[in-house]
Each structure stands twice: as structure tokens, then as C-alpha cells.
């Protein structure tokens, strides 16, 4: 069950109760994922900080953060903000089930766990890992692009390319929060793009990333095309 490319899916899973992390863990890893256990939600809120995963599994009462404040962590990450979240708990309760769904979960397993609900749950879920994975997956890509923000209009170069994003080099006039208009085009057939974008993330000393929004069906397909037929590579 690992992805496309031969690497295995990230996964983290949090939980107090060492047996269930062990449990988590046997039935798991055999599935072909990669698994960090975390006993400690205040490591785990840490490692969604800069850790990108494709699934996290987290038990609802933590000590410290319990698992709605952890989820709310995990969302407002830059890394996971929309990673798939799997919450397990031995309260089987519609008002727990509601508010874990509130605070951004993706699937709701009630203990005791066992291998048949793992296994039924991860199948399902596949489809929607691995769509996560592509849409996040960043391949490497130097290309000039046109950036027009603000009344300015200027050329800067690309580092790396996501279906949901990009990362530009050169970009120092560019601040937090701004919204440009990019105009490049992808190689391979050459495949001109039109794509309004946000300001994510500066990096120093002069890069900065930007999250592509609501980019237009044709320049989506394109972006999709062009990353399948790397993947495939």
C-alpha cells in the first residue's frame, strides 16, 4: 500500500497508552506505511509544525493537549493543515463524534481496535492519501515566472513546483499575505499558466512560497497531467 513513486505513507500516530500505539503499530506497518508512535501530544502538536505526514491517528483524551486540541494544531499548520486525521477513542458517543468533526476530523474508529476496522478504514481511505500526497508533493522546477502584485510587475525564477503551489527565488519585494498573479509555463509540452496565488511562507534569504487559489479547470488539468506523467517517470 505505498504510494505511487515506492516510498511508504507517513504516518503519526498519538496516544497516552503505549499497548495501543504497539497495537496501532503491528497492524499498521504491515499495510506498508511508515509509522512514528508519539506517547506525547506536545511533541506531536511540535513535529506537524515541520513534519509533513499523509495520515495522523490520534486518541481524544491526552494529557496536556487532548485530541480537539491537537487536531486544531494540526489544521492551523502549514505542513498538515489538510492531512487526513483519524480519531480512535473507547467513547463511542455522538456529541464526542460531532465535535471531533468540528475541529477538522477526517474519520471517527471507536475502540478497541482491531484488525479488520484498520484494515477497512485504511482501504477506504486510501484513495484520498494518495491524492493528498500528489497535491502536496513539491518536484523540482527552474522556470521564469511573471509575478504582478500590488501595481508592480516583475520576473522571478521558480524552485520547485506543487499542484498546490509554488516556491520563487528572487520574490524580496513580496511580503506575508499578498496575493500576486503568476503567468508561466510548464514544460513538457510547453503549457502556459495563469494562476492567481498567496503569500505562505517567506524564506530566507529571498524565497518565498505561494499557495495557488481556486486555480481555473484548464490550468488544474494541466498542473494534474503534469504531475502524473512525473510521478509515472
Do not use: W
Not at 495563469?194 to 494541466?222: G, N
Amino acid at each position: 500500500m505505498a504510494e505511487e513513486n515506492g516510498s511508504p505513507l507517513k504516518l503519526m500516530v498519538v496516544d497516552d497508552d503505549r499497548d495501543v500505539l504497539g497495537l496501532f503499530r503491528s497492524l499498521v506497518s504491515p499495510l506498508g506505511y511508515d509509522v512514528l508512535s508519539l506517547s506525547d501530544s506536545r511533541e506531536a502538536a511540535q513535529r506537524v509544525a515541520t513534519d509533513k505526514f499523509d495520515m495522523i491517528a490520534l486518541d481524544v483524551y491526552l494529557p496536556e493537549l487532548n485530541g480537539f486540541e491537537l487536531t486544531t494544531r494540526i489544521r492551523a499548520s502549514q505542513p498538515n493543515r489538510h492531512v487526513p486525521i483519524l480519531m480512535f477513542t473507547g467513547y463511542d458517543d455522538v456529541e464526542t463524534m460531532r465535535k471531533g468533526f468540528d475541529v477538522g476530523i477526517t474519520y471517527y474508529l471507536a475502540k478497541p481496535l482491531s484488525t479488520s476496522k484498520v484494515r477497512d478504514l485504511f482501504a477506504s481511505a486510501r484513495s484520498t492519501l494518495l491524492h493528498e500526497r500528489r497535491h502536496c508533493l513539491r518536484l523540482p522546477l527552474r522556470m521564469e515566472v511573471d509575478c504582478r502584485c500590488l501595481g508592480r510587475r516583475f520576473r522571478v525564477f521558480s524552485i520547485n513546483l506543487a499542484q498546490g503551489g509554488i516556491l520563487l527565488e528572487g520574490s524580496n519585494s513580496l511580503a506575508y499575505g499578498d496575493i500576486a498573479h503568476l503567468e508561466f509555463a510548464l514544460p513538457e509540452p510547453p503549457q502556459p499558466l495563469k494562476l492567481t496565488a498567496k503569500v505562505v511562507r517567506k524564506i530566507e534569504p529571498d524565497f518565498v512560497a505561494l499557495e495557488f487559489i481556486d486555480p481555473a479547470p484548464a490550468e488544474r488539468a494541466a498542473l494534474q497531467n503534469y504531475f502524473v506523467s512525473k510521478v509515472r517517470d
